[in-house]
């Protein structure tokens, strides 16, 4: 069997994190990703972000492992969108594309014709997704906007870190990523859509948008009750307890009973029974009444064991786990068990690993492939399309593409 997305083709007009991310989905489901960037320009600014370059002085346009993290399985071609040529180029490979894609500022993707209203006439069913910072109306549609700002304004900042330290951010461009992720879930869906009734349509995701929806639960009880956030000690849950970093002979444990029947087992884990049926402990509302005294109880006790001797009694029994960096969690034996790493190589044939989509789904004829070098799939998709060698020329003299 094929993968699920073979047959579907997306021209992207992307750059940096949430289109890349998202539309990296997509090439990993099998669909033909087809990243247009600017003729005459190094391309997506992601190309010469460093510090980290695969091949040292002699890097191309595809050295980045900052762009090889968010590009794999993609192909390039550099266009000239804005001129009388480039519009025609787009037009023609819009007539056979099932979407185009933009993580643009709001008020661009129209500039560039790329809106449904701008293509409809060249392909009625054309789907068009866009993942902007603040949308494409209102009085922020022209504003540019980064993840960390996202973060800043929907409120992470005042849920990230201590009690006592300065407002913090997220550790990951996680408001990115959602975006970028939820605009490729749009997409697909207006594109089973538009597969089924023969219209496409605009599909419009934004940061900030995703980042508030990303409250979910606290954002239902700030609407409903007289809830109000805070920071706790320790990353700890609001209302759930235990549910936080725990000392132990060498370092930290995570425990997160976040149903009731965790408590007893937990217990009589550490040979504490009696904390089971005492008053002070007995179910979620009181134990968060007792926060500090459960604290400074499962520390005691957990200080006798080593974080990993814990894991091990608890494995399977008592949600847990140990506080690894990021070199330490890409070492974890568990993620070599899950085979989560793959090894690829550049045309260069130099080699590189990368983590694998999470989405497990295979097809053994599909390999997959580093990103491509800037502007490398041009000629092939413009021949593809129906463009002579005569005609492809004269756009490489003209500067179209």
């Not at 879930?185 to 089973?192: E, I, P, Q, T």
Request: proline share 5%.
């Amino acid at each position: 069997m094929s993968l699920p997305l073979s047959g579907v083709k997306v021209l992207a007009f992307e750059q940096y994190g949430a289109g890349p991310f998202g539309t990296q989905y997509l090439a990993d489901m099998g669909a033909e990703v087809i990243k247009i960037e600017p003729a005459g320009s190094s391309g997506d600014y992601l190309r010469d972000i460093g510090p980290y370059f695969l091949d040292g002085d002699d890097r191309n346009s595809a050295s980045s492992i900052f762009f090889q993290a968010l590009n794999r399985n993609k192909k390039s071609m550099t266009l000239d969108v804005l001129s009388d040529e480039g519009k025609i180029i787009l037009h023609k490979l819009v007539q056979n594309a099932d979407a185009v894609c933009n993580n643009l500022r709001g008020d661009v993707p129209e500039k560039l014709g790329i809106t449904y209203d701008q293509l409809k006439s060249i392909n009625k069913a054309i789907v068009a997704a866009h993942c902007s910072a603040y949308g494409r109306e209102g009085p922020r549609k022209n504003w540019p906007g980064y993840d960390y700002l996202m973060q800043a304004e929907a409120g992470y900042f005042s849920l990230t870190g201590e009690p006592n330290g300065p407002p913090a951010r997220f550790g990951l461009s996680v408001v990115d990523y959602m975006s970028g992720l939820t605009m490729s879930f749009g997409l697909v869906s207006a594109v089973l859509s538009a597969r089924s009734t023969g219209i496409g349509r605009d599909v419009d995701v934004n940061l900030f948008d995703t980042a508030m929806f990303n409250q979910s639960y606290m954002a239902a009880w700030s609407l409903n009750t007289d809830f109000k956030s805070e920071r706790l000690d320790r990353s700890a849950h609001p209302i759930l307890v235990p549910c936080q970093l725990y000392k132990t002979k060498d370092g930290w444990i995570y425990l997160m009973c976040n149903k009731e029947s965790f408590w007893p087992v937990l217990c009589k884990k550490l040979g504490r029974e009696d904390l089971i049926t005492d008053p002070k402990f007995v179910n979620f509302a009181v134990r968060q009444t007792n926060r500090d005294e459960v604290t400074r109880i499962l520390d005691k006790e957990l200080m006798k064991k080593e974080t990993s001797e814990w894991l091990i009694d608890f494995g399977g029994i008592v949600p847990a786990a140990p506080i690894l960096d990021l070199k330490q969690s890409l070492e974890n034996p568990f993620l070599k068990d899950r085979d989560n790493i793959q090894y690829l190589k550049t045309k260069r044939g130099v080699e590189i690993s990368l983590l694998k989509t999470p989405v497990h789904i295979s097809d053994p004829d599909f390999k997959d492939k580093t990103a491509p070098e800037l502007g490398e799939n041009t000629k092939d998709i413009l021949k593809e399309a129906g463009f002579s060698e005569e005609e492809i020329s004269l756009f490489e003299k003209n500067n179209t593409i």
